[in-house]
């Protein structure tokens, strides 16, 4: 596990408001220490995403071809230039990025949005 940490925080009291502000631009309440996620793994469009804090949202797409009357599966690696600035749990958890509107940058996702996910990495709760 990883100490809590968010992106363009220089200080742990500087995290704590850049965290609250954050929540509240999402419209979700700040987790307890405890409870703090550091990344999720969730599926959308039939895409296996990872939103890691602090990384560009990345994802897998893996579909399967009969060629030749054999299967042949493709993985095709697929990335954003979106960083993830939280992830805050819920039902569902939320995800809020470097997207507009917090700076100019264009995402294909919105920001912030929601996912369901199906594995979730917790920040070292001390």
């Known amino acids: ?9 220089g200080d742990a009291e ?5 965290y609250d502000a954050l929540a509240e631009f999402a419209g ?32 897998r797409r893996t579909t399967q071809r009969l060629r030749r009357g054999e299967l042949v599966e493709h993985t095709e690696e697929l ?5 993830v600035l939280a992830v805050y749990p819920g039902t569902p958890f939320t995800v809020v990025t470097d997207a507009q509107p917090i700076t100019g940058a264009a995402s ?8 369901a996910p ?5 920040f070292d709760p001390a």
């Open 1 to 9: 596990m990883a100490a809590f940490f968010l992106p363009r925080a």
């Open 14 to 18: 500087q995290a704590e408001r850049l």
């Open 28 to 59: 979700c309440e700040p987790a307890p220490p405890a409870r703090r996620v550091q990344a999720i793994g969730f599926s959308a469009d039939g895409v296996r995403w990872v939103a890691a804090v602090g990384e560009e949202l990345s994802g």
């Open 79 to 83: 990335s954003s230039c979106t960083r």
């Open 108 to 115: 294909e996702w919105a920001n912030p949005f929601t996912a």
């Open 118 to 122: 199906d594995e979730v990495t917790w």
